[in-house]
């Protein structure tokens, strides 16, 4: 540090030696010896002002920085005491939040307690519903069984209803035929007596009488005596075929003593088959004709 001086330092030094001489009764000489003297202890004294002014701006710039260090500390603890502040508020806020969460926890477990219940109730409801299926399924299968037993028996059924039909209408068929042969038609009648006429041939009391009487008047009277007889001949079914939907073709035979009194034959067995096509929905017959005549 420096200060503004009125008066040199050798010269105060000087004067304050003469007058410290002149009191001590030393003389003049010891202002000149007090000047050096005083200007070693000043020399001293400056010195270690200058070491404590060098310590003291040491210190001032301690100060200086402690100050600094001060200030940051200051911002620091601020900075500590804002963020104490944020940490109170989220303090309060986790308090809080634990709070809400001890709350939501409240409400889960008592949702999670009424869930539970009606999980039990569901599943309870659920076993009832599976074993009411199992039963349900069980008789289901019961009832299947049976279906297809009845479903089998009406198949067998449909199967021995349409064999009934079937036979049936052969049995119309038949019976068509053998009513149309009771009264033969003029060619049926014709075919008849040719056949009948050929079998007996093979006897030889017919061959002479016809061979005397004739052919064509030994055919005469014995196709009067076939259409005489036709009502009483007795048919019995040979077979029956089906032709389609309606068609049938229809073989019967006749077993029958015959009786012949202008030749004065008399056969005691004798076989004719025949044939015919019958249309059973509208009754008409197609290829009526003699397969046979035989004597027994």
Known sequence: METDRLVSKPLAFVIIGLILGASLGLGSGYAVFYPEMVEQSNRDIEDRMTDLEDNIDGIMVQMGEMDDSLGSIQESLQSIV?????????NARLGQAEQDLDDVNGTIDSIRIS???????????????????????????????????????????????LELEEKLEKEEALEMLKSHLANPDTAIATDMTNKLFEALLGDSEFKDWVTSFGEAPAKSLLKQEIVRMAGSLVWYKVSTQNLGSIEYLVKVETFFEFEFSPASVSIPRMRMQMRGTV??????????????VEIL
């Open 82 to 90: 804002t963020l104490n502040q944020a940490v109170n508020s989220l």
């Open 115 to 161: 869930l539970e219940g009606r999980i039990d109730d569901l599943e309870d409801g659920v076993e009832e519903v599976n074993q009411r299926y199992d039963e349900l399924r069980e008789d289901w299968e019961d009832t299947t069984l049976e279906l297809d037993d009845m479903q089998s028996t009406m198949d067998s059924l449909s199967g021995k209803l």
């Open 279 to 292: 249309n059973g929905d509208v009754e008409e017959f197609s290829q009526v004709q003699v397969d046979a």
